[in-house]
């Protein structure tokens, strides 16, 4: 072998070698989805709080939490270290619920805009109580919420399981959690209605909350 040749082996073998040690690059999500067109005349006297969201403590990291694919059945779950929301989980659905919830209902959302001190506000505190995700097959959640006003003692607390089947890959996956997501705040915003119009209306999810 030659002095040439050498050096040219000693080359290629050193690029293949930093290739292979080069991170994979990092992808980042949000569920926060285009805004929908607001409301004709905005409801300016009705003012939500959502609370930050109540969760797992295995799923308030930013790295996506997924089922193994083909292991449904099973207990095993992938933390995807190069896959991870914007922000930790937590905080992308409570700002998702809040920004959906305000734009459905043409509301305030008091934790950005303040509101005046005469004014009620309706608080909104959500649980995710059930949350399973599989790339390529599903994902499934069951959320709970109770829905108060400042000004009165009364209460509406309901349970809502959402389900959404997903194309393969990560981008499908995210829009699966997507629209469940936006299943909830559909719920949540149909509850707030009926329960500013009837304290006493009957929860609007699956079932009332024991």
Known sequence: ???????????????????GCA?????FYTLATPT????AIQNSKLYID?????????????????RSAGSASSTRVDILEQERWSSPFNNELRDALASGIANRLGAIDVSRSGRP????????AVELREFDAVPGDKVQATYGWTISRSDSGRS????LSVAATVNPGIDGLVLGVQR???????GIAANITAFKANPAAACQGDRPQA
């Open 1 to 19: 072998m030659t002095s040439t040749t050498r050096i040219c082996t000693v080359a290629t073998f050193t690029a293949l070698l930093l290739a």
């Open 23 to 27: 991170s994979a690059p990092t992808h």
């Open 36 to 39: 929908a067109a607001a409301p």
């Open 50 to 66: 959502v609370a930050p969201v109540s969760l797992p403590e295995r799923l308030a990291r930013p790295q996506l939490v997924v």
């Open 117 to 124: 001190t005469d004014q009620p506000v309706y608080r909104i």
């Open 156 to 159: 509406s607390a309901c349970q």
């Open 180 to 186: 469940t997501v936006a299943d909830v705040v559909s």
